[in-house]
């Protein structure tokens, strides 16, 4: 890693100052900076301001409602892990927080942050001398994409653990502008480009994620494959929000990371409904997951494996959270 180049450190006293200091092309918000920070080592930006967010009133809270949570985006990672009523009422969110990296990461690492987090390939998570004399890659100075040197699109992958589970809870993003603010849906953050997958548009960031309250009956998980037990990120991760009853499907939404992109809310889910939970059920859940991921080679680990892996870990989700052996 090289040593980081100049820049000046903004702290805002409001929402609305944030906004405007980061409305510059040369500028780049700061939480716990556990992404950022070392992106920046490696030379990937090359930021003349950075604008922490830390100070702003009303980010770090949880605020919880008869019809959801909000949760602030400088809420740390390691307080939704920890804390009592998201692991009774949203279990999912807990077990994505607490798969993220390791104890000093997420005593750190931010909600917003995960949301926001770069994508990641092999050829661009790197030094800059590496980089350099590999001729750079589409996503960062260069041109090409080592990935799929014939295409003429980025393929880096998305990777944070929360999202899934966010977008199987069907969770609104809150985000502020120098024009004011707005909620959408999660999904609408994200675009299909590994280059730019997110759609925030200058002087934009993410100030908290709207959870709705689980309808009656919904269970919900999330598991993720990564080469070790802790610190990595995923190869693929699941979320799963099922409603059975009798034996049969009543919802089911599911949303996957690590293999696009952006995050995946898995499509066709919902023509599952009524059909019995069986071996029928799991293979056709199984295809499902394989034609709509598209892992390429941006791991050392081959792309054909992580597609299993996706399809793997959504049928024994299921399964679990059915109750079926």
């Known amino acids: ?20 200091l980061l409305a510059d092309p040369g500028a780049r918000a700061l939480a716990g900076g556990t992404d950022l920070l070392a992106n920046l ?10 604008v922490d967010l830390t100070g702003l009133a009303g980010l770090d809270k949880l605020d919880w409602a008869d ?40 005593s750190a690492a931010t909600v917003g942050g995960n949301l926001c987090l770069d994508t990641r390939c092999v050829y661009y998570n790197q030094s800059e001398a590496w980089r350099r004399s590999n001729g750079y ?11 799929a040197p014939q295409g003429t699109r980025c393929h880096a992958a998305y990777s944070g653990d929360l999202a899934p589970v966010l977008l199987a809870l069907d969770a609104q993003a809150e985000i502020a502008s120098p024009a004011g603010g707005r909620r959408s849906p999660l999904g609408e ?21 709207h959870v709705p309250a689980p309808a009656p009956g919904v269970r ?9 037990g802790a610190i990595d990120f995923p190869l693929a991760g699941v979320a799963v929000a099922l409603a059975a ?46 034609k709509q991921v598209s892992p390429m080679r941006t791991t050392v680990t081959p792309a054909n494996y992580r597609r299993q892996v996706a399809s793997a870990l959504a049928q024994r989700l299921v399964k679990e959270l059915a109750g079926v052996s």
């Open 220 to 228: 919900m998980a999330y598991r993720k494959s990564r080469p070790r």
């Open 67 to 106: 019809t959801g949570v909000a949760i602030g985006a400088i809420v740390t990672v390691a307080r939704l892990a920890r804390d009592p009523r998201v692991i009774a009422e949203l279990p999912a969110l807990a077990q994505a927080a607490r798969s993220i990296a390791g104890p000093g990461h997420r």
């Open 189 to 209: 953050l994200y675009r299909d480009d590994g280059a730019q997958h997110l759609t925030l548009g200058r002087g934009e960031f993410v100030i908290a994620v």
């Open 1 to 20: 890693m090289q040593v980081l180049n100049g820049f000046v450190l903004r702290r805002p006293a409001s929402i609305a100052e944030a906004a405007a």
């Open 245 to 290: 009853s009798d034996g049969r499907i009543e919802s089911l939404r599911v949303a996957l990371s690590g293999t696009n992109t952006h995050p995946r809310l898995l499509e066709g889910t919902g023509e599952l409904a009524g059909q019995a939970i069986d071996n029928a059920l799991f293979a056709r859940l199984g295809k499902l997951v394989q």
């Open 137 to 147: 890659c589409l996503k960062r100075e260069g041109d090409v994409c080592h990935v």
């Open 41 to 50: 080592r490696h030379g990937l930006d090359r930021p003349a301001t950075l």
